[in-house]
């Protein structure tokens, strides 16, 4: 695997074509260590930190089986209609105080459309005034490449739209759109020149080949940012009786995700309580990023200064 990580580092790309079960046999450690030599050399020592505010909650018409805003759960989840400018502005202040690299705004739905776009794009012009040190991201489903233009005129950089799992396991996740809707989607967001961020959620029940065919299509579709979340199984889900996924699991699919996909940021996200110091090895094995923060509650500071702690102590930026 060090030999593989340096053909890496020498231009090699590895692609569907290669056998990929190399990723699955192999030693653990030495695959972590190669990943962390690819990181190294093509991201370098900052770790890029992000973090988000949930901006309409719930009620939404897709079923996916993990999420607890979908209608067809029976979930506790907040329900509520787009937010104030006001709070969203005071969360984007919080986190660029704080030195986080990227705030969002992420809308429960299949997408976000009529008066509450025009509410977000009115937010994202204020923010980019009022916010120089912090760059603007959106995540509002499956929008027109005319509203991405809107977006990015209006300041954002960076669209988030994962495509969750493989295309062979996706139905199996989500019936009520499909997968080449989600491609497609992500052509429009390249399209309209911004920041592709999409990634997935690995311990739904899909399998190891799954896990290869979901980092090499995000390597196909040339996503810039790959959020890596390990399922936290929520009651009233129809996943909610899945056993959580191991820490090895989670190492192993974080560094084959940096060797496939190398100048990429491999972004930690939901799920690194189930790892020993939120994800302290997983940054040792691939991974460059990290969404911080806890919704932007009262806890966010805290956590968004504990994440920073922990980088300094790992030696990075």
């Known amino acids: 695997m060090i030999n593989l990580a340096k053909e890496i580092i020498s231009g090699r790309r590895i692609n569907r074509t290669d056998d990929l079960s190399i990723f699955l046999n192999c030693d653990l450690e030495e695959l972590c260590k190669g990943a962390d030599m690819i990181r190294d050399h093509f991201v370098g020592d900052k770790i890029d930190l992000c973090s988000i505010i949930n901006g309409r909650s719930g009620r939404c018409p897709e079923d996916c089986k993990y999420c607890a805003q979908s209608a067809h759960n029976h979930t506790d989840c907040e329900v509520y209609d787009f937010i104030s400018e006001e709070k969203i502005l005071e969360a984007c202040k919080l986190n660029e105080a704080e030195g986080v690299d990227r705030f969002s705004i992420v809308t429960a739905g299949k997408a976000l459309t009529g008066e509450e776009f025009e509410k977000a794009i009115h937010a994202y012009e204020t923010m980019k005034k009022e916010c120089k040190g912090i760059e603007l991201c959106a995540s509002m489903g499956f929008i027109s490449k005319e509203q991405l233009v809107r977006l990015k005129e209006a300041g954002v950089t960076s669209y988030h739209h994962n495509i969750e799992t493989s295309r062979r396991n996706f139905p199996n996740i989500c019936t009520t759109h499909t997968y080449e809707m989600k491609m497609e989607t992500l052509k429009l967001v390249k399209e309209a020149g911004l920041y592709v961020c999409s990634g997935g959620?690995?311990?739904?029940?899909?399998?190891?080949?799954?896990?290869?065919?979901?980092?090499?299509?995000?390597?196909?579709?040339?996503?810039?940012?790959?959020?890596?979340?390990?399922?936290?199984?929520?009651?009233?889900?129809?996943?909610?009786?899945?056993?959580?996924?191991?820490?090895?699991?989670?190492?192993?699919?974080?560094?084959?995700?940096?060797?496939?996909?190398?100048?990429?940021?491999?972004?930690?996200?939901?799920?690194?309580?189930?790892?020993?110091?939120?994800?302290?090895?997983?940054?040792?094995?691939?991974?460059?990023?990290?969404?911080?923060?806890?919704?932007?509650?009262?806890?966010?500071?805290a956590t968004i200064r504990s994440d920073k702690e922990m980088i300094k102590r790992i030696g990075r930026k």
């Not at 972004?267 to 189930?274: D, M, N, Q, T, V």
Request: hydrophobic share 45%; proline share 4%; aromatic share 4%.
């Open 201 to 301: 959620i690995i311990g739904m029940g899909e399998s190891w080949e799954d896990r290869l065919d979901m980092a090499i299509s995000l390597s196909e579709v040339g996503a810039d940012s790959i959020p890596i979340n390990a399922l936290m199984p929520i009651k009233g889900t129809p996943l909610e009786g899945r056993e959580r996924i191991s820490e090895d699991d989670i190492l192993r699919t974080v560094a084959f995700f940096r060797y496939i996909n190398p100048k990429a940021e491999i972004r930690l996200a939901a799920g690194r309580a189930l790892m020993e110091n939120d994800g302290e090895k997983a940054f040792k094995s691939g991974a460059s990023a990290s969404i911080t923060g806890n919704m932007l509650t009262t806890v966010a500071r």
